[in-house]
């Protein structure tokens, strides 16, 4: 046995003997989850590149106006991981019950829904950018960069919906190898993309978002080929669920399934991406710096969050997978596992990311005194995303039982009723000030992992997952 599998196998009974997770559901946890954050580093990548390199070249305003178009970026975005959320619980349940062809096809109606809300969400981005970003900024030249962003951007977030379905899809039946690869690429890409074009082409934040447009774009290329059965090398990578158009478009008893699942998920996710508004109309008022502070902060965490969408997905399809075979109690051990894991993982990375907040923030900002601020939101945010870490492994335990409105509520009250208050505070508390937004950064992820997590342990998700199984025998 090599010294790294030695390694490894005493680490899964240290955990085991911590009570954390057992070592028998430890290696499916970690087969799944570790494409997942490898792909979640690729993606955020593409985010945080970008924006350190727009504060290198240009300047904190900037860092704003990026901060202000990836808000309208991200709500786009995360209508789309709400229905992708439904789809990866709906196939992992049909695929681990063994009706492929039922997956096959929510896989097909899922494509047409992205298509369908990705058309108009591009059109109203790229010819209403000035007008959005105007909305929420302050400071003119900030708006003029997030304009000019959101407008370059914006043809990219079509591709993003489709990727989204891809990597779900192949969650849902167990393989998170492929959309790593092919995220990761595509992360690869935009690095690359971006750098030439800003740097080298002197294109500024429109080369920013040309790079990643055309990246998302290299990556629905590729996703389409092992979507639709073709192997990639070596016999693997081809999906057992290939998507068709021999079907019917529209099946509408999925339809309604897929809307019971994903309404409370896109509804949820809206919330969390329209919440982003006010409080960057809040930040504005102490001026461009604390926008370009927040963003940073935020962007941290985002990238930190990569961890939680390898434990999220695991929770989902494993959970997911074992109620489909009627398991419930096997379920409830790899839920229960994973929230523990994901703790303790948290845990230390956000340690680390605490002791290292001035270097991290010198990535995105020159000055000292703008950098002390952003030090100051990425140590905060990092210390939240223990919250956020706990409560994305929880809440993919609820998603894969088809439990999603709970995390729902969840979300809106963390966000409206405890982080957004806060911050709002900041501007009529002169004592308090710029510390609502840290608060604020606090309230929103610790306030949902506690509801959630009280949810989890009442076992209603069991009983919400007995609908949505499919019937033995079929």
Do not use: C
């Amino acid at each position: 046995m090599s010294r790294l599998r030695r390694s490894g196998s005493a680490l899964a009974r240290t955990l085991e003997e911590a009570g954390i997770i057992e070592e028998s559901r430890l290696r499916p946890t970690v087969d799944l989850a570790w494409p997942r954050i490898v792909t979640g580093l690729a993606i955020m990548s593409k985010q945080t590149v970008d924006m350190a390199l727009v504060g290198l070249v240009i300047g904190p305003t900037a860092v704003a106006g990026l901060t202000l178009a990836r808000a309208f970026w991200m709500v786009a975005k995360f209508l789309a991981i709400g229905l992708a959320g439904g789809t990866v619980a709906l196939v992992s349940q049909n695929y681990g019950g063994g009706d492929n062809d039922r997956a096959a096809a929510i896989v097909r109606l899922s494509v047409v829904l992205s298509i369908a809300l990705g058309i108009p969400v591009v059109a109203l981005f790229g010819f209403g950018a000035e007008a959005l970003v105007g909305l929420v900024g302050d400071d003119p030249e900030s708006i003029g960069h997030g304009a000019v962003y959101l407008a370059v951007v914006a043809p990219g977030l079509l591709f993003e919906f489709l990727n989204l379905i891809a990597s779900r899809t192949y969650a849902g039946i167990g393989d998170t190898v492929t959309p790593m690869a092919v995220r990761a690429g595509g992360g690869l890409a935009n690095i690359a993309l971006s750098a030439t074009f800003v740097l080298g082409l002197d294109m500024g934040v429109a080369g920013a978002a040309l790079g990643t447009a055309l990246a998302t774009f290299l990556v629905t290329v590729v996703f389409a080929w092992g979507m639709t059965g073709r192997n990639y090398v070596r016999g693997r990578g081809a999906s057992p669920v290939p998507l068709t158009f021999s079907g019917p478009l529209v099946d509408y008893d999925l339809l309604r399934q897929i809307a019971r699942v994903s309404t409370p998920l896109v509804a949820r996710r809206a919330a969390q991406g329209l919440v982003v508004f006010p409080l960057l109309a809040i930040a504005a008022t102490f001026g461009p710096i604390a926008v370009a502070a927040i963003g940073v902060g935020r962007q941290v965490r985002a990238l930190l969050e990569s961890f939680s969408w390898g434990f999220s997905i695991a929770a989902s399809t494993l959970v997911g997978q074992k109620l489909g075979a009627g398991d419930e109690g096997d379920a409830a051990a790899y839920g229960w596992g994973i929230i523990r894991l994901s703790a303790v993982v948290y845990v230390l990375a956000a340690g680390v990311v605490v002791v290292f907040a001035g270097p991290i923030a010198s990535v995105f900002v020159n000055e000292p005194e703008h950098q002390a601020l952003s030090a100051r939101f990425v140590r905060v945010a990092a210390i939240s995303v223990v919250a956020l870490g706990v409560d994305g492994s929880i809440t993919g335990a609820l998603r894969g039982a088809g439990d999603t409105q709970i995390p729902f509520v969840a979300a809106l009250a963390g966000l409206y009723l405890a982080a957004l208050p806060l911050a709002w505070l900041g501007t009529v508390v002169p004592a308090l000030g710029i510390s609502g937004l840290l608060l604020a950064l606090l309230a929103e992820t610790a306030v949902p992992m506690a509801v959630n997590l009280w949810r989890f342990r009442s076992d209603r998700w069991k009983e919400v997952s007995r609908s949505y199984r499919p019937t033995p025998g079929d």
